[in-house]
């Protein structure tokens, strides 16, 4: 479960451009479940998902891991939550890694490299031993259906292929939550759909899964467990679709 107690992230402190992107947000996400958080551009979907991420920080209020702690190598034994808010960067990069996967609206892959190693990019930084990821790259790969294109590079792929390749890279540190953030922006409606698909399927094996949207195709989707609608940097409803 992520608790975010009071979160207010604002940008530009102090300065004549001042903005508050998100305002004071209180809520809990459920664990296993897949949230979508739905909202007009600008109401600070992204930013909100950014610090769950671990990728900023708040300006003020407190946002709490519980039960996934244990994951995280340098938790004290017993402790069962971890208030990332006040953790010093080394270990934020740590959480981040080895708790989240990312997948962005722009799929953020990096032309130039194959296929395999963009899937195979954030675990060089765990430590693991190179080997072992990439069978765990090559086996996303297969499961994506995408393995026959392991050794090519991503711009020659197409845009449902770039997707597959995104969100196994998303998972390659097999991460407890996943964190998508409008996924289905330059999608069709027919891979929009299969995108919801694979998010079923990974709320199957465990993991959460965190959506930042304003396409119905997702936040009308049958399969999503809460919604969390947000205006001004505000969540103005949350709602179990169940
Ligand atoms: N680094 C930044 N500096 C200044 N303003 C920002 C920054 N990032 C986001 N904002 C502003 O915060 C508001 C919320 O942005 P964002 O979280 O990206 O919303 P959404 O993802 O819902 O479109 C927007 O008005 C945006 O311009
Ligand atoms: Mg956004």
Not at 76 to 87: F, N, R, W
Not at 88 to 109: C, D
Not at 122 to 144: M, N
């Amino acid at each position: 479960m992520i608790e975010l107690s009071g979160i207010t992230k604002t940008f530009n402190s102090g300065l004549s451009n001042q903005f508050t992107a998100v305002a004071d947000v209180t809520l809990t996400v459920n664990p296993r479940q897949i949230t979508v958080f739905k909202g007009p551009s600008g109401s600070g979907k992204t930013s909100l998902l950014t610090m769950i991420g671990c990728m900023a920080r708040p300006t003020s209020g407190r946002i709490f891991l519980h039960d996934i702690a244990a994951a995280v190598p340098f938790q004290q034994e017993g402790a069962d939550s971890l208030e990332i808010t006040s953790l010093p960067e080394r270990f934020l990069n740590e959480i981040r890694r080895s708790t989240f996967g990312f997948v962005f609206q722009q799929f953020n892959l990096i032309k130039g490299i194959s296929v395999l190693e963009n899937v195979m990019l954030p675990a060089y930084p765990t430590g693991e031993g190179r080997t072992d990821f990439r069978g765990r790259a090559e086996g996303l790969l297969e499961q994506f259906n995408i393995a026959r294109h392991a050794g090519q590079r991503v711009e020659l792929l197409s845009g449902g292929e770039l997707q597959r390749v995104a969100i196994a890279r998303a998972l390659i540190n097999n991460p407890a939550i996943i964190i998508a953030d409008e996924p289905t922006a330059h999608l069709d409606s027919k891979l929009s759909q299969e995108f919801m698909e694979i998010v079923g399927r990974l709320k199957g094996e465990g993991k959460s899964v965190l959506i930042a949207s304003h396409d119905p195709i997702v936040y009308d989707s049958p399969l999503i467990d809460t919604l969390v609608e947000m205006r001004d940097g505000a969540v103005i409803a949350s709602r179990s679709c169940r």
